[in-house]
């Protein structure tokens, strides 16, 4: 798995949500003299290093997790409808 952005330049105060993904990373890095954050899901801290590395070298500051503590294959996921019984006529 690559890495998938949840939030993009948000607050930081997003990374104490608990509904996130246990695999969630608050990422700081700078964007011209702008501290700036966002919320990434991952396998590792290394998947997430290379992205941001290549992309903003120096600029990036931290790799550190969010509070989530929601599985990962749980996460996002819509919850299915309950199946509709079928009534059997009688004979």
Aim: charged share 35%; hydrophobic share 30%; glycine share 4%.
């Amino acid at each position: 798995m690559s890495c998938n952005i949840i939030h993009e330049k948000c607050e930081k105060s997003a990374a104490d949500d608990k509904t996130l993904p246990r695999n969630a990373y608050l990422v700081t890095y700078v964007v011209k003299d702008k501290l700036t954050y966002d919320i990434v899901m991952a396998d590792g801290r290394v998947d997430v290093f290379d992205m941001y590395w290549d992309k903003y070298k120096e600029g990036l500051q931290d790799i550190s997790f969010a509070e989530g503590n929601i599985k990962p294959s749980l996460w996002n996921r819509k919850p299915t409808p309950p199946e509709k019984k079928v009534k059997r006529k009688k004979k």
